[in-house]
């Protein structure tokens, strides 16, 4: 079985890939302007084919209004694929993954208890959920 090492700000970027890759698999195209936005540490300003400016959430909206009709013609605009639907695929898994790590990291960070960044994946993939493994607790564990 594979092991994965790395820092905190690693993990971070982990979960934010998996957690928009499942997103705009679930048709939340908006998601992926947001996502890539952190990513770089800075906002897109762009003037679309309309000819409007746009940046943030309108971006994302004009995004999604674009390409949604072509990828999910099935669904209405404000409609999207959830968490546990068949319809998927293995965004489920990917989903599962980043909620791992959305979980190891509201307890790094000491979240809001009521922080939705505490709720448990829910689980419906026959893959196992990963594990986080914290150096540091695991180095106590030893002595």
């Known amino acids: ?11 971070y970027l982990i979960e934010l890939c998996l957690d928009t890759m499942c997103r705009a ?12 936005e952190k990513i770089r540490g800075k906002m897109f300003e762009a003037e679309c084919p309309d000819g409007e400016e746009r940046s943030y959430y309108a971006l994302g909206s004009y995004i999604e209004e674009t390409i949604k009709p072509t990828l999910f013609p099935e669904l209405s605009p404000n409609a999207s694929y959830g968490v546990g639907q068949k319809e ?36 419906y ?19």
């Open 25 to 36: 698999s679930m048709g939340q195209l908006a998601e992926i302007i947001k996502s890539i």
């Open 125 to 143: 993939s026959k893959e196992p959920l990963i594990e986080v493994i914290n150096s540091e607790e695991k180095a106590k564990s030893v002595k």
């Open 88 to 123: 998927i695929g293995k965004a489920q898994v990917l989903y599962e993954m980043s909620k791992v790590l959305q979980n190891y990291r509201a307890e790094k960070e000491n979240h809001h208890e009521h922080a939705v960044s505490w709720h448990k994946p829910l689980h």
């Open 1 to 11: 079985m594979p092991t994965i090492k790395c820092t905190d700000e690693q993990a």
